[in-house]
C-alpha cells in the first residue's frame, strides 16, 4: 500500500493526520513522511490499524472493487497462497483467504499480549 492510498483510508475513517500523530506517540512530521511513502510497511500498517482500533482488512480492497493480485503470492509458514486471484471471478476463494489471514493476524495479536504480560 503507498502513503497515498493509506491517507485516503484515514480520511474514510474519519481521522485526521494530527489524530493518529497523537494516537501512535510520533511527530506529525513522521507520519507525513509515511504518508508520502511509495510502499508502507506492514508493521506500520499494524500499528496504525490498532491505534484506530480496526482489522488490518480495512486498508485493503474488498469484493467487488475489481482489485487483482497476481503472480506467486506465497505467505510463508504452513499457509500457502499461491498464484493469481481476481475478485469477481474468485472472490469466495479470496474472502476466504481474507478469514484465514485475519484468524491468523488475531492469533498472533493474541500471542503478542500474552508474552507481553510475562
Known sequence: MTGQELKLKLIEAGKSQKDI??????TAQSLSSVLSAKDVRSGTLERIAEAIGVKMSFFYPTEGSGFSIAGNNNISGN??????????????????RVTMLERLLDEKERTIKILMEK
Open 21 to 26: 500523530a497523537e494516537l501512535l506517540g510520533v
Open 79 to 96: 499457509n500457502n497462497a499461491v498464484g493469481n486471484v481476481t475478485v469477481g471471478d474468485n472472490s469466495a476463494v479470496l474472502q476466504e
